[in-house]
């Protein structure tokens, strides 16, 4: 490797962005010379933005299982390599790699205008239940509501003149459009000065996607709920940080490559949370995959991906050295359920 392990990661976004532009720029532009919307209905609106083809392939059947017709779909393609065929009843737009919160806005004040709620939802956040939209449907019937989250924030909370409340996220949240667009003016963009509690050991961090807008309006009075721990873990299933693993996977030209990005740091760097945060995405991907082809009949190729073998062999030879678990767990529950689910 031509960069040290630690500071690849960071390289490998930026290229990326950068390579994809080419398949992915003229549409973008061809988007915003015409900004194309939903048609007014009742549903809402759900989005999702997307870098590896076989993730979209898993998370729109589950959404075609379990929520039917009952929300209209647009996926941003950030990777150029989706067909629209494969995601009958969508909207599959490709588009450059712009921030989360960019896209979240655009989707929010354009492509969803026409609509009283819009749901933002990761990709590998799997929606697996068909209770959902009759549960979003219950919240925002309650006065004040602006937005209703699935999956939370947990290391931190809102300290607001004295009450606490959960950061809502953009993992996997409606809103009302009604208040966050039309009365409220809001964005979804980051922002400096978070010093909110939390329980990571930091001081002062970065307001994340949404948190900033969250914070304003609760600070106004309004209600941003979150659903219960129990009520969530039924509705969804989900990785974390397989981004990163996904951007590995680009890079690389070989499973060798691969298996060296995990082989050759020294010992003491498994005490941090970012490789064996890269290896859980790297378990989680290999699930997708076989997954993905289950539902497609085709196999989407990722020639740097090692087997899954191979990868739990090096999770036996450092876990003795991993600090926290969450990661591993999140990727084993969620491979588990998305097999009884699909």
């Known amino acids: 490797m031509a960069r040290p392990y630690h500071k690849l990661l960071q390289y490998t976004f930026k290229r990326f962005s950068v390579l994809k532009a080419l398949k992915t720029g003229i549409p973008t532009i061809a988007y915003y010379a015409r900004r194309p919307a939903l048609p007014p209905s009742e549903k809402p609106a ?3 933005m997307n870098i590896l083809p076989p993730m979209m392939t898993v998370w729109y059947h589950c959404v075609r299982k379990y929520l ?4 209209d779909v647009w996926i941003f393609d950030c990777s150029g390599k989706l067909d629209p065929m494969d995601f009958p009843g ?8 712009f921030y989360a919160a960019t896209k979240c806005d655009e989707f929010l004040y354009s492509i969803a205008k026409n609509r009283r709620i819009g749901i933002i939802c990761d990709d590998d956040i799997f929606l697996l239940s068909n209770k959902i939209i009759p549960i ?3 919240e ?3 006065p004040n509501t602006a937005s209703v989250s699935l999956r939370p924030r947990p290391w931190w909370h809102f300290d607001i003149h004295g009450a606490t409340y959960e950061a809502s996220s953009s993992y996997c949240t ?10 409220e003016h809001l964005s979804l963009k980051p922002a400096e000065g978070n010093n909110h509690p939390n329980t990571i050991g930091k001081g002062e961090r970065r307001y994340d996607t949404f948190d900033k807008a969250n914070e304003i309006l609760l600070t106004k009075g309004y209600r941003c709920a979150v659903l219960p721990k129990e009520e969530r873990e ?12 996904v951007m590995l996977l680009r890079y690389f030209k070989s499973v060798d490559q691969t298996l060296d990005y995990f082989l050759s740091p020294p010992k003491r760097a498994w005490g941090g949370n970012m490789l ?3 290896l859980a995405a790297m378990l989680g991907i290999n699930c997708i995959q076989e997954l993905a082809e289950k539902i497609s009949g085709k196999a989407f190729p990722l020639p740097s991906l090692p087997d899954r073998n191979t990868l739990e062999k090096i999770r036996k030879d450092h876990e003795h050295l991993m600090p926290k678990r969450e990661a591993m767990g999140w990727m084993e529950e969620t491979c588990e359920r998305l097999r009884k689910a699909i």
């Open 234 to 245: 039924e509705l969804i299933a989900g990785f974390s940080g397989m981004s990163g693993g």
């Open 68 to 71: 039917g017709d009952s929300a």
């Open 140 to 142: 925002f019937a309650l």
């Open 174 to 183: 409606a809103i009302d459009r009604n208040i966050f667009c039309d009365k």
């Open 276 to 278: 064996h945060g890269l």
């Open 46 to 48: 759900l989005c999702t």
């Open 90 to 97: 969508a909207r599959v737009q490709k588009f450059l790699n």
């Open 136 to 138: 979003l449907q219950r």
